[in-house]
C-alpha cells in the first residue's frame, strides 16, 4: 500500500535515511520538532550506510582542526553517553595502527602527534614485539605500531535504529518509498515526491551518494558533486575471531584509511574495505580477485587466518567528492541545511552532525518546546556482548542456526514501530540469514513468517506489500 503524506506541515523534513538522517530526525524530535524523515528506499540504511567496517572512531587521524574533528569527537561522546539507554553495544578493542616497513614506522610518531593534537590522549608508540604482546596473532614482519586505545567497535546497524525509533516514539514520521522529484520555496518548502506533496518550515538533506542531486532538485547550485567510491569486504567465520581482539590499521594515506582487519561486534572479522572510484550510485559489484587480495592481505597480518571459511562477501559505496573534508552548507534564506560528503566516519560523527545541524537551524529559526518526557527506547542486542534472546526462556524457536535467531525477534522485528521493509532490513535488525549458510536452511522459514509484510516478498510467486 502506498503511504499518503499527512496534510499538516512539518517542521522539519529531513531527506535521507541513513544514519545521519535518522540521527538528525532524532536530534529535531527531542528538541521538540515536528519531523519528518523521507526515504526513497524500502527501509532505513538503503544507500551507503548499510555498509562499513562499524568502528566508532576517536578522530585521532582526522583532519587538525577540522569541521569532521570536532563532529567525530561529539557524536562519539554522545553514543557513548546514551548507548546504555537504547541498549547499544560497545565492544572495548582497541587499535594498533601497524607499520610494516620502515617508511611508514617513520610516520607513526607524525600521527602520534597529530592524535593528540586531536585531543586524544591514550596512543602509545609500541615496538614489534610489544605490540604483539597486545595481540600475538600479528606477523612477525611488524615493524612498529601506535596504540590507540579508544577505537571501538559497534552494531552499525541497530544504532541508527535506535534512533530512528527515539524519533518516532515522540511524534515523527517515517515514509520509505517515497523518492524527492522537486522541492519549492516560498516561506516555506513544498516538497514533490512519488507519494505526494509533503510542507515543511525547513529541510535537512542528508541524502548520501544523493546529496548533489537532492540538493539540485531543491533548485540549489551544485556546490559538489558526489563521486561513489566502492568498498569490498570479506567477512571471516566466527572461528577467526579469538585471532583479531583489536582493530588493525594500516598507516592511512591521503585518501583513504585503508585496508582494515577487525572483529565484528558480531563474532566474526572483517577484511576491508578497498577503495574504488566508480561512476554507477547504486550498484556494488564484488570481484573474485579483489576478493582473494583481501583475503591474502589479511593472512599477511594475521597469518593465523590463512584458510578460516568465509561466511559472507559484500561491498557499499562511500559517498566521496571532490574534497576530503564534509560539504555542509547552511542556507538560511531558504531554511536549508545540506549535509554531503559524509565519507567512512559518518556512522562515528552522525550524532556530532545532528547537533551541529541542529546550531545551524537555530540561526534562521525560533527555538522548539522541548517535550517534558522523552520516550524510553531499547532495541534489540544482536552482538556477542550482552546476552541475546536465544538464552532467555520461551523465545519459540530458533530460526536462524548459523546465528541463533528466534522466532520471538523475528516477530519483534516485524511488529516494532520500524519494521523492516525489505529483506536486508529484516537482516540488519535480527542477522537472520548472515551467517554461513547465508539463509540456504532458514529462508523458507522467514518468507512464511513474513508473507505479504516486506517490499519484495521472499516467497516465489508472491508480489508482497507494494
Known amino acids: 500500500m502506498l503511504q499518503t503524506p499527512h496534510p499538516e506541515s512539518y517542521d522539519v523534513a529531513i531527506i535521507g535515511a541513513g544514519v545521519v538522517g535518522c540521527a538528525v530526525a532524532r536530534r529535531f524530535a527531542l528538541a521538540g520538532a515536528k519531523v519528518v ?159 505526494g506533496d509533503v510542507h515543511a518550515s525547513a529541510v535537512v538533506n542528508a541524502a548520501g551518494l544523493y546529496g548533489d542531486v537532492v540538493d539540485q532538485r531543491l533548485g540549489f547550485a551544485a556546490e559538489f558533486r558526489i563521486k561513489p567510491r566502492k568498498g569490498q569486504f570479506v567477512v571471516l567465520d566466527k572461528a577467526a575471531c579469538r585471532h583479531v581482539p583489536r582493530i588493525v590499521l594500516p598507516v592511512p594515506t591521503a585518501t583513504t584509511k585503508g585496508i582494515v582487519v577487525c572483529p565484528t561486534a558480531f563474532g566474526n572479522v572483517l577484511i576491508g574495505p578497498t577503495a574504488e572510484e566508480q561512476q554507477d550510485r547504486v550498484r556494488a559489484t564484488v570481484e573474485s580477485g579483489t576478493l582473494q587480495t583481501l583475503l591474502q592481505r589479511g593472512a599477511e597480518i594475521v597469518p593465523a587466518l590463512a584458510g578460516i571459511p568465509v561466511t559472507a562477501v559484500y561491498a557499499g559505496l562511500r559517498p566521496a567528492t571532490e574534497e576530503k573534508a564534509y560539504r555542509i552548507f547552511a542556507r538560511p534564506e531558504k531554511r536549508a541545511i545540506t549535509l554531503g560528503g559524509i565519507r567512512s566516519t559518518g556512522l562515528s560523527a552522525a550524532l556530532g552532525l545532528a547537533q551541529h545541524a541542529m546550531k545551524l537551524h537555530a540561526a534562521f529559526a525560533e527555538k522548539f518546546d522541548a517535550p517534558a518526557l522523552v520516550p524510553d527506547v531499547s532495541v534489540p542486542n544482536l552482538t556477542e556482548t550482552m546476552e541475546r534472546d536465544w538464552q532467555r526462556p520461551d523465545h519459540g524457536e530458533i530460526i536462524c542456526h548459523c546465528e541463533l535467531v528466534t522466532r520471538r525477534e523475528i516477530e519483534a522485528a516485524m511488529s516494532s514501530p520500524v519494521p523492516p521493509g525489505d529483506f536486508g532490513g529484516l537482516r540488519r535488525r535480527t542477522r537472520a540469514g548472515m551467517g554461513h549458510c547465508q539463509g540456504f536452511y532458514c529462508n523458507a522459514r522467514l518468507a512464511a513468517m513474513t508473507k505479504g509484510q516486506l517490499a519484495t516478498s521472499l516467497a516465489a510467486g508472491e508480489q508482497g506489500k507494494q
Not at 51 to 60: K, R, W, Y
Not at 106 to 127: F, H, T, Y
Open 37 to 195: 524523515l523521507i526515504e526513497k528506499g524500502a527501509d532505513i540504511l538503503s544507500g551507503a550506510s548499510k555498509a562499513n567496517s562499524a568502528i566508532l572512531h576517536t578522530g585521532f587521524d582526522a583532519p587538525p582542526d577540522s569541521l569532521e574533528l570536532e563532529l567525530i569527537r561529539a557524536g562519539r561522546e554522545e553514543y557513548l553517553e546514551i548507548r546504555e539507554s537504547l541498549n547499544l553495544a560497545l565492544m572495548k578493542t582497541g587499535a594498533l595502527v601497524c607499520a610494516w616497513s620502515g617508511e611508514d614506522a617513520e610516520k607513526l610518531e607524525d600521527i602520534e602527534k597529530q592524535g593528540r593534537a586531536n585531543g586524544v590522549s591514550e596512543l602509545r608508540l609500541l615496538s614489534a614485539s610489544s605490540a604483539r604482546e597486545t595481540m600475538p596473532g600479528l606477523a612477525g614482519r611488524l615493524v612498529a605500531a601506535l596504540e590507540v586505545e579508544g577505537e571501538h567497535i559497534i552494531d552499525p546497524w541497530s544504532a541508527p535504529l535506535a534512533y530512528l525509533t527515539q524519533a518516532v516514539a515522540m511524534g515523527a514520521r517515517f515514509l520509505r518509498g517515497t523518492e524527492l522529484l522537486n522541492g519549492t520555496f516560498d516561506g516555506g518548502w513544498t516538497l514533490e515526491t512519488t507519494n
